[in-house]
């Protein structure tokens, strides 16, 4: 299961998964794009891997893996307790 953690102005979606198996986390990035459809990266944290980067220019690419290390700490307690209303007890 994935779950919501921040939309962007450009409506840039970031989900997270649970905590899977093997005690990483799946950071999903998704951007609509009118040409393309959707450009997409995914970040498994806490080792930082990212994977299957589509359509992104480095520039962004830059801007995601600064804005994923400085959340992976939050990402990684709500990847841990289901989800952020489960995290902040709401």
């Known amino acids: 299961m994935m779950y919501p953690y921040l939309t962007l102005n450009d409506d840039t979606e970031i989900v997270h998964s649970e905590m899977l198996p093997d005690g990483r986390v799946k950071v999903y990035i998704e951007t609509p794009d009118e040409k393309d459809g959707f450009h997409n ?10 994977e299957n980067i589509n359509g992104y220019t480095e520039k962004e690419m830059d801007f995601f893996k600064e804005l994923v290390r400085n959340n992976a700490h939050v ?3 709500f990847a841990q307790e289901g989800d952020y209303k489960n995290a902040s007890n709401l």
């Open 41 to 50: 990266a995914t970040c498994y944290l806490p080792d930082y891997t990212w």
């Open 75 to 77: 990402i990684l307690e």
